[in-house]
């Protein structure tokens, strides 16, 4: 059975993270919160504790950095192994920081990534509320 974390916190909701001694049992909590409460979440070994945790599984987009491409900001770009989970990132993005992105496929097969706006051009025409 999972336990209470003493050390690890969740991020948005602020109370005790569930911990299990292996991957197998977190994958049985999850299964269980599936069942019980409809909620899809996925075990990942914490950085922290070590022990395993549950995330939800739509803020997991796993991405690794473009060894060609780089952004405005002259760093990597996030690459993301398809488009599906690109578009969840972007998702997440709009949410969370209102930021208009664009998926696309990496011009030298390195998966997907996201840029602002549509083709850069009009980038500078934001909304404000
Ligand atoms: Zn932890
Ligand atoms: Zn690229």
Known sequence: MGMKSQTCIGKSSGKPLTEYDSQREAQE?????????????????CDTCGQ?????ENRQTPSTK???????????KETYRNESEAQRRADILRKEQGAELRVYSCEKGHGWHLTKGYSGKFSNKKSRR
Do not use: E, F, I, N
């Not at 909590?29 to 070994?45: E, F, N």
């Open 52 to 56: 395993w945790h549950l995330g939800a």
């Open 29 to 45: 909590g999850a299964d269980h919160v599936r069942s019980a409460y409809g909620r899809k979440m996925s075990p990942y070994q």
């Open 66 to 76: 473009c060894p060609v491409c780089t952004g405005t900001d002259g760093k990597p």
